[in-house]
């Protein structure tokens, strides 16, 4: 590539930059302020670009392109004014992970919203009145919007920046930033300030949406890249900080203009195409960045951010009356192949709810005892499923031995990406581990030579005897069996104690030897390997897997599981898992907007009970006189 | 040879010198106080010692190797045990469990993936239970002991690696003044009977002076004291320190905050 040609890129790069910038930024004062992570923060930029085209193509010409980005602007911003005053306010007390899922549910609605609104098709919008041309530089041709937009980040940044250091409302948000104490002494104004935050917050990420409308088509899957985007943008910038992110989108968006500037390079005994690496690159600077500074290139280290934990009782072994009921369960499920004769889909879908109990379990492992709340754990069930399944069609390996891999497979990534995650807590936790399992989504995405990209892997059926199916059930019970055993066997020996005692309190723990890092990170590792036993019997169940497979969706389903059952108890996780799976098995596939259903429900259950479901019926039951 | 020396240790939070070239030493067997106004830089000191923080620049010599930096875990591994100012155990799990992880680290099990913990080491958390007196509160959740409890059960998770010294700091903060003086009759018993060193914080005068072997003053990350019951209760800079010119700790006998 010559000096010219690298030049231009590092220009195009520039215009990316500004993308990225406007989708973090916003994510980023809103934390500051707030301590709240909006997810739906990625679905406000993909609104933004929805709604600008509207505006666009409804309205047209100069007005209704120019006039309609500024509108739109506005329009989200008003909508995140909205979820504040409606929906955050009232749980800004809630354990963060209920945040969390708040927001996610919002990610759900608004989707099928924009389903329902737009329809299913790509959307491009007109190009931009007045910008219509290109210039040349360097020899080549830059389109003059992409020089816009180049130009239009650092401005916004600029602005933000006098806004911050000069007006009396700037200075709010910095003091709240920097001192949580500081936002209880405001009193009244805490309300006004939250709120006027999230419509700032939310109307950058529209403002960041529209300015795509003539680049980029309007797509429903951009909520979910956008708000992965904005996680690793600001984690690596450092929370909080707005030069941060702007540095951070910066630096991530010329390392992917570099690797598309390269291109395909033959180093004579292997042909590299540097372009297929864009998303890979986006993951090696964060990995960089956290090594050398934890919180970000221009974040400031924060106070422990673990949500107080509920008090939680000691475990205790099962007692009778629950290993009766597990015998009775488990001969139940046994005997379910008998009425496979009348009833087929009853196997089917008792696979699914085991596969579900496995996914659940091993997510509980680590989020229960451990108190790592993974949002990415759908990485380690994609990788055990693409791993199985990429074994048979390349390898054309026996089913045995695929599924014997699956773990490996899911273990090998959770050893790498846990490395990472464990050494934050928290809300960034989540964050990083929600960036990774999009990395690997990513990957699997267009590495399409080898993963098949959106098409994913067919024709991964069972050989015989396990294309009937109930001997597939049968394995899939064992296989459940054992995992959920495995797990529970791990808790109650030292490693687990070690883990509970590295969640409860660090500083006790490595008072007393224990190397909390690597305890949470090995915990971390078996937790991904056992889901990766999950993903492999998923692989071979479905005969097919596709990127969906990996899908933010999937992670939150987990987290749903987890929550549904109750996260204090070890059993809970396998009834949630099993509960959700069948309702999302019957009620959520009755409507097109099953989605928007299940984020509804969401919604409704932590609006209901703020202190979660299980606080709220061990409240119910001390009230009732019943045991501890 | 000292069991622990402190040479020219400094520690600042920003323009802050919490810590200002503190140096004193730990005879083995030595039952240590050392007190100071709030503020004065004692935990600071501890933190320092037990790894938390790593320094700014001195030297700590623990029998005579530096170990200034190291990670609290290493530094526990070398016989430096620990309690809190503000109490930590592991909620979520009963007295003795906590008694038992600390044993399981000690003898290196903590990534041991089979054996339920319950039967591991039983008998000697029991054993170290019973020696703060606590052998009846074994199988409660540790989170429903009443605060004072909590120290002791701190004291016994301290005991578990057979330290050779033991930092404690406040141990009896919160306490009435009846349990105070169980809790420093006791570890001052442990002292004895075990030969431990140990450097503890205490706002109580009546029990510094009774109790303590030798009492180091700290005020504004500085020494400006170090020696008996006697030559602290007389000395002016110490009595000014704590009470401005003109009072005497005779005066304030009894009165103690
Ligand atoms: N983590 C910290 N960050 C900033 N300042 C600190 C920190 N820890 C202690 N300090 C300051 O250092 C000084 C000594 O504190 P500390 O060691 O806790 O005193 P003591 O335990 O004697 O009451 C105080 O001025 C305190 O405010
Ligand atoms: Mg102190």
């Known amino acids: ?628 | 040879m000292s069991v622990l020396e402190l040479r020219k240790l400094s520690k600042a939070f920003g323009g802050v010198r919490a810590v200002n070239e503190v140096d004193f030493a730990i005879q083995p067997g030595e039952f240590l106080a050392m007190i100071g106004p709030n503020g004065a830089g004692k935990s600071t000191c501890f933190n320092m010692i037990n790894g938390q923080l790593p320094p700014d620049s001195g030297e700590i010599l623990l029998d005579g190797q530096n170990i200034a930096g190291l990670a609290p875990r290493a530094i526990w591994r070398r016989g430096v045990g620990r309690t809190f100012q503000v109490a930590a155990t592991f909620s979520s799990m009963t007295v003795i469990e906590n008694v038992q992880m600390a044993l399981l680290s000690h003898s290196g099990q903590t990534y041991k993936l089979w054996r339920p913990v319950a039967a591991m080491h039983r008998a000697r958390a029991l054993d170290l239970l019973g020696q703060v007196g606590m052998q009846d509160a074994a199988d409660r959740p540790s989170r429903e002991l009443a605060y004072g409890d909590v120290k002791r059960i701190e004291l016994a998770i301290a005991l578990a690696n057979e330290p050779k010294l033991l930092l404690m700091d406040e141990p009896t903060a919160g306490m009435g003044a009846r349990e105070r003086n169980g809790l420093i009759e006791l570890v001052k018993r442990l002292v004895v009977e075990r030969g431990i060193s140990v450097l503890f914080t205490e706002h109580s005068m009546d029990v510094v002076f009774a109790y303590a072997d030798r009492i180091i003053v700290l005020a504004r990350g500085r020494v400006i004291a170090d020696g008996n019951a006697g030559d602290i209760r007389d000395n002016a800079k110490v009595q000014e320190v704590y009470f401005g010119t003109g009072k005497t700790f005779a005066e304030q006998h009894g009165v103690t905050p």
């Open chain 1, 1 to 628: 590539m010559t000096f010219s040609a690298f030049l231009f890129q590092a220009l195009n790069g520039l215009s990316t930059a500004s993308g990225l910038f406007f989708i973090a930024v916003g994510l980023s004062l809103i934390f500051g302020v707030t301590r709240i992570i909006n997810i739906a923060h990625g679905s406000l930029y993909m609104l933004g670009t929805y709604i600008a085209y509207s505006f666009a193509t409804k309205i047209g010409g100069v007005f209704g392109f120019w006039g309609g980005i500024v509108a739109t602007a506005l329009i989200v911003g008003v909508i995140g004014a909205l979820i504040e005053i409606l929906l955050l306010r009232r749980i800004y007390r809630a354990p963060e992970l209920f945040q969390l899922l708040a927001t996610f549910a919002l990610v759900l609605v608004f989707n099928d919203m924009a389903l329902w609104i737009w329809g299913p098709e790509d959307l491009l919008g007109p190009r931009a009145p007045g910008l219509r041309g290109s210039i040349e530089v360097l020899g080549r041709r830059l389109p003059e919007y992409d020089l816009f937009l180049a130009l239009i980040g650092p401005a916004v940044l600029l602005i933000l920046h006098f806004a911050l250091a000069k007006t009396r409302f700037g200075r709010l948000i910095r003091a709240a930033t920097q001192d949580r104490e500081m936002v209880g002494a405001l009193g009244v104004n805490q309300a006004i300030l939250f709120t006027s935050v999230f419509a700032l917050g939310a109307a950058l990420a529209g403002l960041g949406g529209a300015l795509q409308v003539a680049r980029e088509p309007a797509n429903l899957a951009t909520d979910l890249v956008a708000i992965g985007d904005a996680f690793v943008v600001v984690v690596v910038g450092g929370m909080g900080s707005i030069s941060g992110a702007y540095l951070a989108a910066v630096i991530i968006a010329e390392v992917k203009a570099l690797c598309i500037g390269i291109g395909v390079v033959d180093f004579g005994f292997i042909t590299v195409n540097f372009s297929k690496f864009t998303l890979v690159a986006e993951f090696l600077v964060m990995a960089a960045v956290l090594i050398a500074r934890p919180y970000g290139l221009l974040g400031k280290p924060q106070g422990a951010v673990r949500s107080i934990a509920e008090p939680e009782e000691p475990i205790r072994p099962a007692t009778p009356m629950l290993k009766m009921l597990a015998v009775i369960v488990l001969a139940g499920l046994m005997g379910l192949p008998l009425l496979a004769q009348t009833q087929p889909y009853l196997l089917i879908l008792g696979i699914d709810v085991l596969i579900a109990v496995i996914f659940a379990t091993s997510l509980h492992f680590i989020m229960g005892p451990g108190g790592m709340h993974s949002f990415g754990h759908a990485a380690y069930f994609g990788l055990g499923a693409y791993g199985a399944a990429l074994l048979v069609k390349w390898l054309a390996v026996p089913m045995g031995i695929a599924i014997a891999a699956a773990p490996l497979v899911a273990l090998a990534g959770a050893l790498l990406f846990g490395w990472f995650a464990v050494r934050l807590s928290g809300v960034y936790l989540a964050m990083l581990t929600l960036a990774f399992a999009q990395i690997v989504w990513a990957a699997v995405f267009q590495w399409e030579g080898f993963t098949g990209g959106s098409n994913g892997v067919i024709g991964v059926w069972p050989p015989p005897p396990f294309d009937k199916a109930w001997v597939y059930f049968v394995l899939t019970l064992l296989l459940t069996v054992i995992a959920v055993l495995l797990l529970r066997r791990f808790l109650f020996a030292p490693f687990g104690y070690a883990m509970r005692a590295g969640r409860d309190s660090p500083l006790r723990a490595e008072a007393i030897g224990i190397d909390v890092k690597r305890v949470h990170w090995l915990a971390f590792a078996i937790a991904g390997g056992i889901c990766g036993i999950g993903g492999g019997l998923f692989a071979f169940a479905k005969g097919s897997i596709s990127p969906e497979t990996i899908s933010v969706g999937r992670s939150i389903d987990g987290l749903v599981m987890v929550l549904l059952g109750g996260i204090q108890t070890l059993t809970g996780p396998i009834v949630g898992g099993s509960l959700y799976a069948i309702l999302q098995d019957t009620v959520m596939r009755q409507t097109e907007y099953w989605r928007a259903l299940l984020g509804i429900i969401i919604l409704v259950l932590v609006l209901a009970f703020p202190q979660g479901i299980v606080g709220a019926f061990a409240a119910l039951w001390r009230k009732r006189g019943g045991g501890p």
